[in-house]
């Protein structure tokens, strides 16, 4: 009882007009709880990741548990990676994604046996790793520098925007974005802009911060995110105000089944999610056919 007389306190200390079910999304404009202009949105939303960049993994790792790794390797096993595709991960600055595809291919590789035909696919394997923040693709440039994939053709890094990636119709044989979708200011356009860039079969993933509906676990949940998660941002990396901004812009993003249906609205079939930890993260995925 006590726990849930703070929550609630803090709830309306920190949002006392808003509520967890009234997301915003994509015909209105947030920067967290805050209303603000269209072309005010990315700026913010780049100060953010800017300001977060050397220490987003360390962060991922204190405010998930280390979590956060095993949600990866979900997203990936969802997604079947081999060899010879060509694959975009979206948001995906600092790799994370993205090496664990090029490792689950080259295990492939390695388990298979070896032939000329198993070596050119390999060659031919792209992973296009796209962001539209120049200081996170800097740091995942420096982790595969660190983890010796600097001079890996398979990976290829590109500055570039959501909503208008500059990729042709129908090459790419997955997609994935982790963690930032939320971000973009028109989630229909990110939507179809994924619909477009893939081929016919190609499979659409996203791995999100999303919604608790449990009501003890909610609460517990509300009262981490919003006391506990700003406060290690202050004390690690020294920025409250962005991890602020982090999980209010998780209580704007649609709801796991209205999340699914915009996806679905997209163009994709197949529609499905997946929660993980009682709704904390859910994996939706659909296929283009």
């Not at 209010?248 to 994709?268: H, L, N, V, W, Y």
């Amino acid at each position: 009882m006590a726990l849930r007389l703070m929550a609630r306190k803090l709830e309306s200390k920190l949002f006392p007009m808003l509520s967890f079910n009234s997301p915003l999304y994509s015909h209105a404009t947030s920067f967290g709880f805050k209303e603000v202009r269209e072309e005010e949105k990315s700026q913010m939303v780049g100060n953010v990741f800017s300001s977060v960049a050397s220490n987003y993994d360390l962060m991922n790792d204190f405010m998930s548990g280390g979590l956060h790794r095993l949600w990866k390797d979900r997203l990936v096993s969802k997604l079947n990676p081999f060899p010879g595709m060509k694959h975009l991960d979206v948001a995906g600055g600092t790799g994370d994604v993205s090496f664990r595809i090029l490792e689950t291919i080259s295990n492939i590789k390695r388990r298979a046996i070896q032939n000329v035909l198993e070596d050119d696919l390999m060659e031919e394997t792209r992973i296009y790793v796209c962001d539209i923040n120049p200081n996170m693709l800097n740091v995942g440039q420096s982790r595969a520098l660190g983890r010796g994939l600097g001079k890996d053709k398979s990976l290829v890094w590109v500055e570039g925007d959501a909503e208008a990636l500059r990729f042709d119709n129908g090459t790419m044989d997955g997609y994935t974005i982790a963690f930032g979708i939320r971000n973009v200011t028109h989630i229909e356009k990110v939507l179809a802009e994924a619909y477009r860039v893939l081929k016919r079969g190609g499979r659409f993933l996203c791995l999100e911060l999303s919604h608790v509906e449990v009501p003890l676990f909610k609460e517990l949940y509300d009262y981490y995110s919003f006391a506990v998660i700003p406060a290690i941002g202050e004390m690690v990396a020294g920025d409250r105000d962005s991890y602020q901004y982090l999980v209010e812009s998780i209580r704007r993003f649609p709801a796991q089944a209205k999340f699914a249906s915009m996806i679905a609205d997209a163009g994709f079939q197949k529609v499905e999610y997946e929660n993980l930890v009682g709704g904390v993260v859910a994996i939706h995925s659909g296929l283009k056919i």
